[in-house]
């Protein structure tokens, strides 16, 4: 059972900076995929980046395309995703998710970390 723990979330003027973490546990990092994703209130939950096993391959969303930088680093168990021009349109709860395999579902959720935006 994988358990993920996003940190790094926090209020940012527009223009600004930053970097979300998420620490995986109970699996072998080097063997999951992840991806981030957020929710705004009031909207649906959508697709944000994604990294495979191996980091050789991203894919952004086109709202977040030139300003996001997806990563990973196995030796600290840990994926991350650098936000970069954040925008008020920015704001939302963004979580990390992961699965064994480079597609289909992510059955392994974190909780969470807010990212407010302020103009």
């Known amino acids: 059972q994988v358990q993920l723990v996003e940190s790094g979330g926090g209020l940012v003027q527009a223009g600004g900076s930053l970097r979300l973490s998420c620490t995986a546990s109970?699996?072998?990092?080097?063997?999951?995929?992840m991806g981030w994703f957020r929710q705004a209130p009031g909207k649906e939950r959508e697709f944000v980046a994604r990294?495979?096993?191996?980091?050789?391959?991203?894919v952004y969303a086109d709202s977040v395309k030139g300003r996001a930088t997806i990563s990973r680093d196995n030796a600290r168990n840990t994926g991350y995703l650098q936000m970069n021009n954040l925008k008020p349109e920015d704001t939302a709860v963004y979580y990390c998710?992961?699965?064994?395999?480079?597609?289909?579902?992510?059955?392994?959720w974190g909780q969470g970390t807010q990212v407010t935006v302020s103009s």
């Open positions: 998710a992961a699965r064994t395999t480079d597609w289909g579902n992510y059955p392994y």
């Open positions: 109970g699996g072998t990092f080097s063997s999951i995929a």
């Open positions: 990294i495979t096993r191996s980091g050789s391959s991203t």
